[in-house]
């Protein structure tokens, strides 16, 4: 069984930027996060395989960054210009393709 534990979240302003960090208790192939805003059903975001390869939702494209160290087990997610609809949970996953194993959840707030 893997843990994964997040950091990182919190309120940020509309175009502001925060990273979040997961760090797994093992090695695990694929990586991502997921989110879930109120009412609305859980999206990936990102993940990223232990090869680098990585994929990302469309809203994200050009905005958010996947990366992630292999001898720390950590995935990062670099998060820029950040609006209001980026307002949601972030759930750290890891698994071979789907999601296995689940972090807690990190709150992410954009507002003024």
């Known amino acids: 069984q893997v843990q994964l534990v997040e950091s990182g979240g919190g309120l940020v302003q509309p175009g502001g930027s925060l990273i979040l960090s997961c760090a797994a208790s093992?090695?695990?192939?694929?990586l991502g996060w997921y989110r879930q805003a109120p009412g609305k059903q859980r999206e990936l975001v990102a993940s990223?395989?232990?090869?680098?390869?990585?994929n990302y939702a469309d809203s994200v494209k050009g905005r958010f960054t996947i990366s992630r160290d292999n001898a720390k087990n950590t995935v990062y997610l670099q998060m820029n210009s950040l609006n209001a609809e980026d307002t949601a949970v972030y759930y750290c996953?890891?698994?071979?393709?789907?999601?296995?194993?689940w972090g807690q959840g990190t709150q992410v707030t954009v507002s003024s």
């Open positions: 996953y890891g698994g071979a393709i789907g999601p296995t194993y």
């Open positions: 990223i395989t232990s090869s680098g390869n990585t």
């Open positions: 093992g090695r695990v192939f694929r």
